[in-house]
């Protein structure tokens, strides 16, 4: 099956830094998704992708959907302390009216020192 | 965004008895949901796929006879897990498609069923 390699898989970093993180698949995807989930709750949807190359941005988040539909990276500037939690890629194949599920990666784990 | 809630948000069963699991699209209709199980520290792992007015299709792995979905309404899926184990603890999560955006439609996720069961 497909599989997604999202990396980092946690980072340590200072209230106020910029934060990357990417995924890589081994197959292509009509479709990325950036969520954000916290402890006990639902992924929350943060940025959708639908076209190869595009780019964009929520507030502070931007992301983009890589020329070769095999990637996506998610970036996010001058961190906060509530930017905490784990960040999940995800994509989707969409074959032609197809009803498929979601792809996940295994998360980037994001703790921000004061 | 859309908004999708779950009921129960937690539950306690002893082993042996079977607990359902109720997933609902507030705001708009979906007639396809998805199931996803989440283990401590770990991804959400598709589980099924829940079609209204149709059987649901399930991933490879998953037990359809222990995980009976029923796809009753165009708002509406359930997930029962049937004669639970204490290796069917989990976080159970579902999702459901709001095709407004276009394109492939956005997921959007409940808050999750945490399952305890003794």
Redesign the interface.
Known sequence: GQQLNQSPQSMFIQEGEDVSMNCTSSSIFNTWLWYKQEPGEGPVLLIALYKAGELTSNGRLTAQFGITRKDSFLNISASIPSDVGIYFCAGQSYPGGGADGLTFGKGTHLIIQP | ?AV?S?HPSRVICKSGTSVKIECRSLDFQA??M?W?RQFPK?????MA?S?EGSKATY??GVEKDKFLINHASLTLSTLTVTSAHPEDSS?Y?C?A?DWS????G???????T?LLVL
């Not at chain 2, 770990?42 to 598709?46: G, I, T, V």
């Not at chain 2, 955006?101 to 492939?104: C, D, I, K, T, V």
């Not at chain 2, 956005?106 to 999750?112: L, N």
């Open positions: 965004g999708v779950q007639t396809t998805f996803y770990q991804s959400l792992m598709l796929t079609n991933e490879q976080f999560i999702s498609r955006s276009g394109g492939a956005t997921q959007y996720f409940g808050p999750g945490r």
